[in-house]
Structure formats: C-alpha cells, structure tokens
Nanobody, 115 residues
C-alpha cells in the first residue's frame, strides 16, 4: 500500500498562485503516471494534469497555459504549479499515482480562489 503525502493548497485571490506537491514514499513498484484531479461541489472528478516518467504531460483545456506539472522521479514526487488562478479553479485537488498494477489517491487538498 502506498500512502500519498499531499501539501499545498489554501485560499488565494484571483490571479494568484499556489503550488501543490504530492510524494509517494515507499512505493516498491515503478510509478508510471503521476497527476492531479479536482472535484468541485456538484461536479465529477476531472483530470487537471498528469505526467509520465518520461515527462510526457497532459493538461485539461481549462488550465493550459496557467498550470504546470513537473515530477522528481528520484523522490517519487509530483508538483503542480498553478498560476493566474480563477474562481472556477476552486475545488478539492487529489493526487493520483498509477503503477503497473494499482492506482492510488491522496486525501485531497482544498484550493479556494476568492477575492
């Protein structure tokens, strides 16, 4: 079992920035993809961004140009830099880690964008 350790999140004004991080210590299986999803009240959980071990990235259209995902393979850690935040980015953000045989989720961290 892999326990994901999330940090970051919080309250920020529109136009501001936040950085999320998620570590997967103790993973004995090769991590294939690391990423972030989010879920706003009344909405389904949606992909924000993910990144493979080779550095291939995928972004939701709504965050392209504003968010940047990166990964430290040696530390099994993924980062999400969020710039130019908008109120519609408000949601609980969940770290997602996929190995060849399992998928793991973080506990979620709240991001609130409000004046």
């Amino acid at each position: 079992q892999v326990q994901l350790v999330e940090s970051g999140g919080g309250l920020v004004q529109p136009g501001g920035s936040l950085r999320l991080s998620c570590a997967a210590p103790g993973s004995t299986f090769r991590i294939v993809v690391m990423g972030w999803y989010r879920q706003a009240p009344g909405n389904q959980r949606e992909l924000v961004a993910d990144i493979t071990g080779g550095g291939t990235t995928t972004y939701a259209d709504s965050v392209k140009g504003r968010f940047s995902i990166s990964r430290d393979n040696a530390k099994n850690t993924v980062y999400l830099q969020m710039d130019s935040l908008k109120p519609e980015d408000t949601a609980v953000y969940y770290c997602n880690v996929r190995t060849l045989i399992n998928t793991y989720w973080g506990q979620g961290t709240q991001v609130t964008v409000s004046p």
